[in-house]
């Protein structure tokens, strides 16, 4: 019986986003139905029989629900442009605990270099600083991805939480990768002389062997926490669904139409003004001379292209 | 057999809702269930209807949300109502016994 309110429902909801908020609302429905269907049943009416009649009366509910969600958009697009959505608090205190912890990591590093950098010398120092401040770093970048994430703001309603996690979990990966390269990187760069050379680029510097090395070393360590965020990554992005609150996709549709507008008004312009000139050089010179302008109509119509492009 | 005016029940969704909350929290289906039994099912409410108004109270602040630990079945979702609400259900309340006041006054003119 709840696979099947469950595959109704999510045949009911396919076209609208899955954020959050629909996934507790299509629970609470579910619960509901249930309930519902088991009194049905209860004054004996078959399951069948019941699931259906519940079912129908929610697919009539939809009709309505869309209608509701209209009028409850408009007090949105009201709302939206004049207040910003409030931070809940479990948002507050996550950011508050990322930026400490942050800062947490960023002065124990701080502290070991500053304490440690003449006495034990660079290689000790960064995988010191590192080992020590990475629990707090890595945990975060992740926790503020997490949270930024999970957010509404004006103009996106928040990412589920699961999605939200694998995010995290990635930037969290390729943090711990980046680190761990560093510990290769920064006493390579540091004995080389980059730091120097990168500040004094005349200085003698070559790219011997040594610095190879470690740039494969940097890379082998880093590769196995890269590589799987970097999938991770490439998966969310290309199955990315729009949060973009309905408000803004209006403003953006009828911005682009403007823009569609202006488009073809110039377009038209370009190549009357081409033809104009073709026929004065025409007049002054010859046809073949004339045919010379065209590559500049063609080279307008490509700027103005790729101008809209960028909007 | 008296007739019951849908439309203006529905006006007070709203307070109704909010009186079966003022009674103790309560969860979508049990709220529907309340309301039919109180009336001998004269009114039914919609589930849409629930959905939304629910929805609209907890954007206002008048309610609150907060999901139970049923083991089996799925969890419930709980709607409470928050002092404001209370005051809000109080100050309707008493709007529509002064507009229904009104009304008889006009209706015995």
């Known amino acids: 019986m709840r696979n099947q309110i469950e595959q109704a429902l999510s045949n009911i909801f396919n076209e609208y986003e899955e954020t959050q908020e629909l996934k507790e609302f299509k629970e609470e429905i579910t619960v509901n139905l249930i309930e519902r269907i088991k009194d049905k049943i209860k004054t004996g009416i078959e399951e069948q029989e019941a699931i259906q009649q519940a079912l129908s009366q929610l697919g009539d509910i939809t009709e309505a629900a869309d209608l509701t969600s209209r009028q409850t958009r408009k007090e949105l697009i009201f709302k939206s442009c004049v207040t910003k959505p409030k931070i809940n608090k479990f948002h507050a205190v996550g950011y508050t605990f990322a930026g400490l912890s942050f800062i947490l990591g960023l002065i124990i590093a701080g502290y070991i270099f500053s304490q440690y950098i003449f006495s034990q010398g660079i290689q000790f120092c960064t995988n010191t600083s590192i080992l020590c401040s990475f629990p707090f770093l890595v945990i975060s970048i992740g926790a503020f991805v997490y949270l930024g994430l999970t957010q509404e703001t004006t103009s996106h309603y928040p990412m589920s939480k699961k999605r939200s996690f694998l995010y995290a979990i990635s930037a969290s990966l390729f943090m711990l990768g980046l680190l761990l390269a560093s510990s290769f990187m920064l006493p390579s760069l540091w004995h080389r002389g980059t730091i120097k050379t990168f500040f004094f680029p005349y200085a003698n510097f070559t790219f011997n062997r040594i610095f190879t090395v470690d740039i494969v070393r940097a890379l082998g360590i880093s590769i196995p926490f890269m590589l799987p965020a970097l999938g991770i990554f490439t998966f969310l992005i290309l199955t990315e669904k729009s949060r973009i609150k309905p408000w803004l996709q209006k403003a953006i549709e009828k911005q682009c139409h403007i823009y569609d507008e202006k488009f073809e008004l110039l377009c038209g312009a370009i190549w009357m003004c081409v033809i104009g000139f073709a026929g004065i050089i025409w007049l002054l010179c010859s046809w073949a001379w004339a045919l010379t302008i065209i590559p500049f109509g063609v080279t307008a119509q490509l700027l103005l292209l790729y101008f809209f492009a960028e909007k | ?109």
């Open chain 2, 1 to 109: 057999m008296r007739k019951m005016s849908s439309d203006l029940l529905r006006g007070h969704t709203d307070t109704i809702l909010l009186s079966v909350l003022a009674k103790g929290d309560n969860y979508g289906y049990a709220i529907c269930k309340a309301i039919g039994a109180t009336t001998q099912d004269l009114f039914e409410l919609k589930e849409v209807t629930l959905y939304s108004s629910l929805k609209r109270l907890q954007q206002f602040g008048y309610v609150s949300s907060y999901w139970g630990d049923e083991s089996s079945g799925g969890r419930r979702k709980y709607y409470k109502v928050t002092e404001l609400g209370l005051k809000v259900r109080e100050t309707n309340i008493a709007d529509w016994q002064f507009t229904n006041q009104i009304l008889l006054n006009l209706f015995s003119i």
